[in-house]
């Protein structure tokens, strides 16, 4: 197998310091814990940006001040954010590609979350796939489900998209495609060939998905952005899931991936 990527997403957009005592919000913050995670394993961060009151924001001067202070500590690629949560539209949402980061996300299509939509419409996706190619940023195409799966290689035969994919299934987020076994085997089993892809399970399946993904040959993401517990009741650190994933590696007998190999694993520049 290759060697297993760790991505960690230290902060996303709806954890809470009430939620979880451990979660970062400012920018000293997020770098600091990326800078942790890098140290125990970590070779990707999935970065969110939070305002001054801790609430989601796209601004892109938040992006620039996280990228410069983790740049400072380490290499780990740097993977922004496009997500619905944090702006509406496409200039809001794909500020921070100008900044040229190496990867950032891109949902290719539409869901439910618990409380609200995850709107994706085709025009926005295309906007912002385009934006990605203008500045050399390499999507992560991110699937909840298997129409956002089959439509990612739509884009690609249009020529939105370039091949090799790097595709990050998201399981378990209440509204989309629960975090079951049979879920995560649906979906590799219809995965373009010749892309890379990594399991991202929220909440409760985390615990049982990462292992199924590490087994499978895939790559794994963690962090509070994920899960906040893996025992009721028992707060985790971004420090710990890394910890636990690098862990299960072991264990299992692959080995973790540097950010230099990430970058050849992905087919960054």
């Known amino acids: 197998m290759e060697k ?3 991505t960690i997403a230290p902060t996303g957009n709806v954890p809470t310091r009430e939620i979880n005592p451990f979660l970062p919000l400012t920018p000293e913050e997020i770098a600091e814990d ?51 949560r944090a702006g509406k539209t496409a200039a809001e949402r794909g500020a921070c590609i100008a900044l040229k980061p190496e990867m950032a996300s891109l ?38 489900d298997l129409s956002a799966l089959e439509y990612a290689q739509y884009l690609v035969k249009k020529k939105i998209l370039k091949e090799p994919l790097q ?25 373009p060939q010749n892309c890379t892809w990594s399991v991202t399970a929220i909440g409760k399946a985390h615990r049982q998905l990462s292992v199924l993904g590490l087994a499978l040959g895939g790559h794994v993401r963690t962090g509070l952005e994920d899960l906040n517990e893996l025992d009721e009741g028992k707060p985790v650190s971004n420090l710990g899931l890394v910890q ?20 050849q694993i992905f087919g960054l520049s």
């Open 34 to 84: 990326i800078y942790l995670c890098h140290q125990a394993g970590a070779a990707v961060a999935h970065i969110h940006a939070r305002d001054g009151n801790g609430k989601p924001t796209a601004d892109p001067e938040v992006f620039t001040q996280i990228a410069r202070q983790v740049q400072q500590k380490c290499d780990i690629i740097i993977q922004f954010s496009t997500g619905a």
């Open 107 to 144: 949902t290719t299509g539409s869901t439910n979350f618990s409380n609200s939509v995850n709107f994706n419409p085709p025009k926005l996706i295309a906007e912002l796939a385009q934006k990605m190619n203008q500045k050399g940023v390499k999507p992560e195409v991110e699937v909840f």
């Open 4 to 6: 297993l990527i760790i």
């Open 167 to 191: 595709i990050n299934l998201v399981l378990g987020v209440p509204g989309s495609l629960s975090g079951s076994a049979r879920n995560l085997f649906f979906l590799v089993e219809s995965l």
């Open 244 to 263: 636990r994933v690098a862990a299960l590696a072991q264990a299992y007998g692959r080995e973790i991936a540097t950010p230099a190999e990430a970058r």
